[in-house]
Nanobody, 121 residues
């Protein structure tokens, strides 16, 4: 069972940047794509971005393309999400999943507990 732990959330002003990290307790399978979801206040959890563990293919939700960049550090079993040009609409709890594409399709995957991002306008 892979466990993931998120870090890096906090308070940032609109227009600013923030970097989130997600560490997995074990190396994800090559078939996995590790990634991020978020839940805004009062909203459903939604997909943000993911990166394939086998070939670094990246996947982004349309509303973050050009602003967010996902990358991985294979040696550390870690995925990073750099978020730029943040707006108040990016406020929410950000969750990491070690099998993000499966989770995006309705499967459970491996969820972390989340990290709160608050963007002040």
């Amino acid at each position: 069972q892979v466990q993931v732990v998120e870090s890096g959330g906090g308070l940032v002003q609109a227009g600013g940047s923030l970097r989130l990290s997600c560490h997995a307790s074990a190396r994800p399978l090559d078939s996995y794509a590790m990634g991020w979801f978020r839940r805004a206040p009062g909203e459903e959890r939604e997909f943000v971005a993911a990166i394939s563990w086998s070939d670094d293919t990246t996947y982004y939700a349309d509303y973050v393309k050009g602003r967010f960049v996902i990358s991985r550090d294979a040696d550390k079993n870690t995925v990073n999400l750099v978020m730029n040009a943040l707006t108040s609409e990016d406020t929410g709890v950000y969750y990491c999943n070690a099998d993000a594409l499966a989770a995006a399709s309705g499967h459970e995957g491996y969820w972390g507990k989340g990290t709160l991002v608050t963007v002040s306008s």
